[in-house]
């Protein structure tokens, strides 16, 4: 009797069919829910004699896999009929394909080295993981020089018996000087753009990284005059037609006389700001006359030649350009800043 029920309800099962999603809910709980016909079964089941237990529970449990899959089967089948069925809109326009945009210290990179192509220069590279002979020892740094200590300079490997054999990160773009000046005769009139590493703390106005370019020109003649000419024609590029500069006494080992250049403040006009500090005048860059020590030292003829070199910072500039706030915003490719940039590109 109860083998007859089961087989009548296999042979159902096995020619159910649904077109749509609540008829195929309404065949699960028919068959497969607490009250459906399958579960109600086990109640039947309760008076099978104990020797038949066996074929009919197996009989059972064969209907409730059965019904189990075909109810799947149906389910499938329905939601892949759903979304073949899907309508596409063929003459929809495509998505805009989103282009990127070029990095803020890239596009104030190029333009400071426009500036310098259009005066002559030429572009010089040089390692970003350097030796101190070339950072330190032939820009002149006294042995005992406090950019040599471990708090300023990121080491690679230290030599203890030959300090000029310690490799590290450049802490400056004058390095470039070294390897050009090595490498070539004058006259010599390049630029050097690249990354610079100091051992410092990162803050909103210092990071361990950042972007210097480098000046040199070297030829015979070459007197503090040109080098002062070439940096107001260089600023009032950079920032406009009226910008001042002013070139203050300073000091770096590998220049003599050395100078700190300001140019009046581009974002107050010189009136005085939170930028400027309220002086009017901001510093962009170090310059001076190559010392003729750093010649000698790199291979050049300190009597018949002289130069100039310069190095500027890119962050800075850019900052003056663009009033970023906060430097760490450079590094942290945060693409709604980087956005910002899309007209300047
Ligand atoms: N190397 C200097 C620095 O990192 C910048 C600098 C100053 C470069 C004067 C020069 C220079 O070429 O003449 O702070």
Redesign the pocket.
Known sequence: MILDKIDKLLKEVNELKASNAEEIEALRLKYLSKKGEITSLMADFRNVASDQKKVVGMKINELKQAAFEKINYLKDQYETAENDSEDIDLTRSAYPIKLGTRHPLTIVKNEIVDIFSRMGFTLADGPEVEDDLHVFTKMNFAADHPARDMQDTFFVETNPEDVTKNILLR??T?SV?ARIMENSKPPIRVICPGRVYRNEAISARAHCFFH?I??LYIDENVSFKDLKQVLLTFAREMFGADTKIRLRPSY?P??EP?AEMDISCHICGGVGCGFCKHTGWVEIL???MVDPNVLELCGIDSKKYTGY???LGVERITNLKYQVSDLRMFSENDTRFLKEFEAAN
């Open positions: 802490t400056h004058s000087q210097q480098e000046g770096f590998f220049t050395s170090g310059c001076g070199a310069f190095g």
